[in-house]
């Protein structure tokens, strides 16, 4: 290659995939480069079949299967192969919509890149979703608390029956150095006996050791599947204040996990601050451990954590703060008078928090409630509310939070309210109650909760002109892509120039996938969750479900790396980043993912807005 | 009129056939010549897809050919229809005056031009590419001054070789809708950008010479699929 064809040279070397070709080799794909040009409205169809990879130097192309279906846009560094894509699909051809400079790479030397480099040759092995699949399931190395429960567990399981006495089971026990021992009967698992039940409800208690075990066994003990994190063991054994748990898939225990063997996994984790946060005693020491969260959010980030596993642990620590509030306003206050549930709704409600969440909760009460008692639940709701905008969890500016009256009401009243949101489903009204859907419990009566949710899912599942406001609000944020796929970013004010991720993304696909749960009546609320819950009902197909959590993933992970940057920068972090400052190849991966989102819509419009327009 | 000017050019060839086989490397041109007036090769009525053309552009240290000389010269072969990066050539001549001034157009220095290659050995590549095709240059008048100047030196006969003008066939699409052209409307960089071609780093010869080969792709796209050589005359 002559040095005086640098400009070529570094205009491919930014395109995708050849980044991924080492300089030495680049100068070669140039001098084999054939450059033509074609005018707006040429073809490359079936006679263009020699193959070749074609690079857009400047203009735009559509690919099309047949007359209709459009499979991409391309625009200036975008690049095909038709030989390949007609292999994938036949009958697919390139249109040019506007004039275009074309590079040819030709069969040979392309076919030779791809047979010598693998990274280039995997860009071409598949068709735009799977190339978002590829980037979503790239993760790196596992974060420790991450790891699943299987890569930890002991399986070998020693058991007993039944009716073993107590003295032959500690036998058993000291003799092959196990701290428990799981009740069997077959296959069946019926308790678990630990080495402090053997102390305190056996010898304490001078119970005959030769009474049967199941005198003395933890019955129907709780259990975690194999897949469940470190994190999510660890947690469930603090809050439950337990050390042993039976880890069982299909009905079946295939392992038991400790607590020390949880200890041994983890290093720097969040459990520290979880546990920590459940110890503090003022909103003031609360404050203090969870302004220490942004800087931990920097290292999780680097240290490869992933956005949904990220936001889950963001999610378990609001909670956590959230949890400690209302312990320490009931010392404050004395028990409450009868039972609740403190709800949280929207992100924290799906445990899909990021840093800045702002609060969105509300007081669920038992119908057993009294005019009396609702100064204890007034008191309640300051005393919560105040601390956690104290903790860096701002008022919520729409004023969904306990403090309003209206959200603090015993279950009959709710159930009046869901009934009157569904009597007049205007867009607007649908827009405001939308978020009240995505609802957890957070502390308190579940029972409450699940009682307000199935009323809310029966009605949701039936009633067609709420669905159909639900939907008209999902089709109002269109992908910010314009025509030749180029992103349409904000005009101007403070984000000019930049793309809020959130509110052109991450909404839409959560509002896309609330939709498609109300209507089938999905108790879930975790939008990954629920995408899994319409795969098993048949709702969504495997693939578009997988595209789904795929295209959710990318945004979400970008948003994250770019909040932990600000963070670093010490900068607030926010919603917005500016495409140009991305690389090729994450800005391509966006481009994919906003792709998915549109179709998503489509599919959205199609199912609940028939000739609605 | 390409017929025509065919055949005065070899009209003149046959002037200056005399003077050409005296010249001690004589045959490289009269090689060239024949090779080009082949109508094997070339003919007016042939498809623009099936010619070949070598776009060439030069770097001079002056716009006057009596007093300047070449500094750089740069070309790419068109093949089917296709430019060839394979065939991409850049040169620098050793230049026996100082560049002076013009530097800072061409950007190249006294310095690199000491290095540069004797004008024998670049006009007898050219020569050999030139075979058999048709010459192209955007504005030819200039780069063909000097070109002739360096062929009258080396062969006692000017190049008289049939030549495309990138320049001349806008001038007569933009006077096809209007009167006349306006001030700078016809510089290689504005004549790319109304097909939409990518703007290009200026004043390297190479880099000019591929510009302007983009921009005749673009001007035969536009005359339609089978546009004839007669008609870029």
């Not at chain 2, 001007?219 to 005359?233: M, S």
Request: hydrophobic residues 40%; aromatic residues 6%; charged residues 25%.
């Amino acid at each position: 290659m002559s040095p005086e064809l640098a400009a070529i040279h570094d205009f491919l070397s930014e395109c995708l995939p050849f980044d991924q070709l080492p300089n030495s080799v680049m100068e070669q794909v140039v001098s084999d480069i054939e450059v033509s040009y074609h005018s707006k409205g040429s073809q490359f169809g079936k006679q263009d079949l020699e193959g070749g990879l074609r690079v857009v130097r400047s203009g735009a192309a559509e690919l099309r299967c047949g007359k209709d279906l459009l499979l991409d846009r391309l625009a200036e560094g975008d690049s095909f192969n038709l030989m390949g894509l007609n292999v994938e699909q036949p009958g697919v051809k390139a249109t040019l919509i506007e004039d275009a400079l074309i590079y040819t790479l030709p069969e040979i030397p392309y076919q030779k890149l791809r047979s010598e480099y693998r990274a280039f040759d995997r860009f071409f092995s598949s068709q735009r979703s799977r190339r978002v699949r590829r980037a979503a399931r790239h993760e790196p190395v596992p974060n420790d608390m991450m790891r699943p429960l299987s890569d930890l567990m002991s399986s070998v399981i020693l058991s007993v029956e039944p009716s073993t006495t107590i003295q032959k089971t500690a036998a058993l026990m000291s003799e092959s150095r196990f701290s428990s021992i799981l009740v069997m009967i077959d296959e069946g698992l019926v308790g678990i006996v630990t080495d402090r039940d053997i102390r305190s409800r056996a010898v304490a208690k001078g119970l005959s050791l030769d009474e049967p075990v199941t005198e003395i066994m933890t019955p129907d003990p709780l259990t975690l599947l194999p897949s469940c994190s470190v994190f999510d063991a660890t947690l469930f054994m603090t809050q439950r204040g337990i050390h042993h748990i039976p880890i069982m898939e299909d009905k079946k225990v295939t392992g038991i996990i400790t607590a020390s063997d949880l200890m041994l996994a983890r290093k720097d984790d969040p459990v520290f601050l979880v546990q920590h946060i459940s110890r503090q005693t003022t909103i003031q020491e609360l404050k203090k451990v969870v302004a220490a969260m942004p800087d931990l959010l920097v290292q999780w980030v680097n240290a490869g954590i992933r956005s949904h596993q990220l936001s889950h642990v963001l999610t378990a620590l609001s909670d956590a703060v959230t949890v400690r509030l209302i312990e320490l306003a009931i010392e404050e206050m004395g028990p409450a008078p009868v039972p609740f549930s403190w709800l949280g709704f929207g992100s924290q409600g799906r445990k899909e928090q990021l840093l800045g969440a702002d609060q969105d909760n509300a007081l669920l009460i038992s119908d057993d409630m009294k005019p009396e008692h609702e100064q204890w639940f007034s008191q309640l709701a300051t005393y919560v509310c105040d601390g956690l905008n104290e903790c860096g969890y701002v008022y919520c500016p729409g004023d969904i939070m306990a403090t309003n009256e209206k959200l603090r009401q015993p279950l009959r009243e709710w159930l009046k309210t869901v009934e009157r949101w569904m009597r007049s489903p205007t867009d607007r009204a649908v827009m405001e109650v939308s978020i009240f859907f995505d609802i957890r419990t957070i502390y308190g009566d579940n029972g409450l909760t699940k009682n307000l949710q199935t009323e809310m899912l029966k009605h949701t599942k039936t009633n067609s002109i709420f669905l159909a406001a639900l939907a008209q609000n999902v089709l109002s944020t269109a992908p910010p892509m314009g025509i030749f796929r180029r992103f349409v970013v904000e005009q101007n004010g403070e984000h000019a120039h930049e793309l809020n991720l959130k509110k052109r993304g991450v909404i839409p696909i959560i509002d896309i996938i609330r939709l498609h749960a109300l209507a089938h009546g999905l108790f879930e609320v975790n939008t990954i969750d629920r995408l899994e819950a319409l795969v098993e009902c048949k709702a969504l197909t495997i693939v578009d479900s997988r595209n789904i959590q795929d295209a959710l993933q990318v945004l979400m992970q970008l948003r994250l790396v770019h909040q932990a940057e600000e963070i670093v920068k010490g900068q607030k972090p926010s919603n917005y980043v500016n495409p140009a400052s991305l690389s090729k190849i994450v800005a391509k991966q966006l481009k994919d993912a906003f792709g998915i989102v549109k179709d998503a819509q489509q599919g959205v419009k199609l199912k609940y807005r028939p000739g609605l327009g | 009129m390409l017929w025509f000017h065919l055949l005065s050019l070899q009209f003149q060839q046959k002037f200056y056939l005399r003077y050409l086989e005296q010249s001690r490397y004589g045959h490289l041109l009269k090689h060239c010549w024949d090779e080009s007036f082949d109508t094997k090769n070339i003919k007016p009525s042939m498809r623009c897809d099936d010619v070949e053309f070598l776009v060439a552009d030069l770097e001079m240290s002056s716009l006057d050919s009596r007093e300047g000389e070449i500094l750089s010269v740069g070309w790419v072969v068109i093949k089917n229809g296709k430019i060839q990066l394979s065939s991409a050539e850049h040169h620098l001549l050793k230049a026996k005056k100082t560049v002076g001034q013009s530097a800072v157009i061409h950007n190249l220095r006294d310095c690199e031009l000491q290095q540069g290659k004797n004008i024998m050995f670049v006009v007898d590549r050219f020569l050999a590419l030139a075979a058999g095709k048709v010459l192209v240059f955007h504005h030819s008048p200039l780069d063909m001054a000097y070109l002739n100047k360096a062929s009258i030196e080396l062969f006692s006969s000017p190049m008289l070789l049939p030549v495309v003008d990138t320049l001349e066939i806008e001038k007569q699409k933009v006077l096809r809708h209007k009167d006349q052209v306006e001030h700078g409307e016809l510089r290689l960089a504005e004549c790319r950008s109304r097909y939409n071609l990518p703007a290009y780093p200026a004043h390297n010869a190479l880099m000019d010479a591929l510009s302007a080969a983009e921009l005749l792709l673009a001007q035969l796209d536009y005359k339609g699929r089978d546009v004839r050589l007669r008609d870029l005359f």
